[in-house]
């Protein structure tokens, strides 16, 4: 018989999960983190968090002390939990479609393990349509499946759970009710919708977002191609004009999810929105488009590159899909000497940002980590700051 209060959450020790696991112990819940990752399994039992999520290492020692969580890779654990969420990866291949092969073999492992009485939550970003294929795979155990999509920016989660309308759909009524009642503890709103509606919602923010910084990307090229300042032209732009108060900063747009969601929804329609895969190129080709460009304007061969961040975000140590580690590797790819620093990602490779700067000839700020934004650049080096951090003296 399982306990009410356990949660198991599946992917648990992945950067959704752990963050999620902590929000609803710290609202009364037991949990339990069922991940295949052994390392990360190892440092959360220890209480030392995987990696950087604001507030959670706090909140993890504090749990691991008082015993309301633990992570496992035994998935029969979930016998002792009602709940059962699933946070495990989604990506997409190497032709922008779906690779759902773990996602889908997950399912048909656990139906052996479910009781008519659990509660299936799917959190991850799925593919529309997904959830009726997982239903049917699990229906004869199971009809309690919901679609709940996770939808914090990374490195915000206990931040911005509390402040998130949270989208519930589900298979059955009880299921749409007990995930309700379940996120109600830990969300301000909850609205219910259809599972598609919920599926795409979910793709159609990251492709809003994702296409959005295309945008900005594009007015940049264009500028560099002209020899222009954008950030100049952005700031008039703005400037008592509401209208464009929301156009975001060029930049590496990166990370595991707004490009990989955005060709969900790509897939979905046959690759045949053709603003999906033109925001892909633009933003895509950013790197390239930067070494070209400094190609052109100067003797490369002589010097040396200094690369500042190489998470794919500020404030982060993640590097999956991140466009700076991309552009370090073509640099290298071109057999000109290169610098790096990053002030979360760890790498045998990094050294101070003080020391690249002093020693790059160019210097690329590729990630806005907030410790370049004082830093002080003599004008004899060539900056690159596609992120305008740098306030300009
Ligand atoms: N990272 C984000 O900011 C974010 C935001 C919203 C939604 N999402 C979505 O959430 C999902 C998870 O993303 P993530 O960034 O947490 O990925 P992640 O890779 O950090 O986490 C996935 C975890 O699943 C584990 N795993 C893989 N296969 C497993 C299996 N068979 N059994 C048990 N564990 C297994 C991995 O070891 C990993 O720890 C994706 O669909 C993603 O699009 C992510």
């Excluded at 979930?78 to 291949?93: M, N, R």
């Excluded at 895509?284 to 690369?307: A, C, D, R, S, V």
């Amino acid at each position: 018989m399982f306990k009410k209060k356990y949660v198991c959450i599946v992917g648990g020790a992945g950067h959704i999960g752990t963050p999620l696991g902590l929000a609803l112990c710290s609202k009364g819940y037991n949990v339990i983190l069922i991940d295949k990752h052994t390392e990360n399994i190892k440092k959360i039992n220890q209480g030392i968090m995987p990696f950087v999520e604001e507030g959670c290492a706090k909140l993890l020692r504090k749990m691991i002390k008082k015993k309301k969580i633990f992570a496992t890779n035994k998935l029969d654990i979930t016998k002792k939990c009602k709940y059962i969420i699933v946070c495990l990866g989604t990506p997409v291949d190497n032709k922008f479609n779906p690779n759902l092969k773990n996602f889908i073999s997950f399912f048909y492992n656990l139906r052996n393990h479910l009781k008519k009485n659990h509660i299936v939550i799917i959190r991850s970003s799925i593919y529309p349509g997904i959830c009726n294929k997982v239903f049917n795979i699990i229906k004869n155990h199971c009809k309690n499946l919901s679609y709940c999509p996770e939808r914090i920016a990374q490195g915000k989660s206990l931040i911005e759970l509390p402040q998130i309308s949270q989208i519930i759909s589900g298979k059955s009524v009880k299921a749409r009710l007990e995930s309700g009642k379940i996120f109600r503890k830990i969300c301000k709103k909850i609205i219910y919708t259809k599972i598609i509606e919920a599926e795409l919602i979910k793709l159609f923010s990251n492709a809003y977002r994702y296409i959005n910084f295309s945008i900005s990307n594009q007015f940049y090229l264009m500028c560099q191609n002209q020899g222009l300042d954008f950030y100049k032209i952005r700031n008039i732009m703005r400037d008592n004009y509401k209208r464009n108060t929301n156009i975001p900063t060029a930049g590496f747009t990166a990370g595991p999810c707004l490009l990989k969601d955005t060709m969900q929804l790509s897939s979905f329609y046959r690759h045949k929105f053709s603003l999906l895969s033109s925001a892909m190129s633009i933003n895509e080709g950013l790197p390239k488009f930067m070494f070209k460009k400094l190609n052109e304007k100067y003797n490369l061969k002589n010097k040396t590159i200094g690369i500042l961040g190489l998470s794919f975000k500020s404030e982060n140590d993640d590097i999956r899909d991140s466009l700076s580690i991309k552009l370090l590797k073509y640099i290298k790819s071109k057999k000109i000497k290169t610098l790096q620093s990053d002030e979360y990602y760890k790498d045998k490779n990094n050294i101070d940002k003080n020391t690249v700067v002093k020693k790059s000839d160019i210097i690329i700020i590729a990630t806005p980590h907030k410790a370049y934004k004082k830093m002080r650049i003599s004008k004899n080096k060539i900056l690159v700051d596609i992120w305008g951090l740098i306030e300009k003296k």
